[in-house]
Nanobody, 115 residues
Framework: QVQLVESGGGLVQSGGSLRLSCTAS????????WAWYRQAPGKQRELAAR???????NYADAVKGRFTISRDIAKNTVYLQMNSLKPDDTGVYYC?????????WGQGTQVTVSS
């Protein structure tokens, strides 16, 4: 089992920045990749950014050049640095960890970008 706890969400003005953190505990040695998903009101959950076990990153087109996913292995933490935020970035952001058999999810953290 893997437990994920997100933090760092909040209210920010358009153009501002936030950094989300996801700290993992449990059987983290089994994790193959980490990701941040987001879900806007009334919309489906979508991938924002992913980082593989080997450190390869990929991003949704909507966040490329503005968001950066990174990890601190020693701290068992994955980050999402979000710059130049837009109102369309508003939503609940979820940390995701892909294991050999199942995906793990955090409880989500709210990000609200005001215009």
């Amino acid at each position: 089992q893997v437990q994920l706890v997100e933090s760092g969400g909040g209210l920010v003005q358009s153009g501002g920045s936030l950094r989300l953190s996801c700290t993992a505990s449990g059987s983290i040695f089994s994790i193959r990749s980490w990701a941040w998903y987001r879900q806007a009101p009334g919309k489906q959950r979508e991938l924002a950014a992913r980082i593989s076990y080997g450190g390869v990153t990929n991003y949704a087109d909507a966040v490329k050049g503005r968001f950066t996913i990174s990890r601190d292995i020693a701290k068992n933490t994955v980050y999402l640095q979000m710059n130049s935020l837009k109102p369309d970035d508003t939503g609940v952001y979820y940390c995701n960890a892909v294991g050999p058999l199942v995906d793990y999810w955090g409880q989500g953290t709210q990000v609200t970008v005001s215009s």
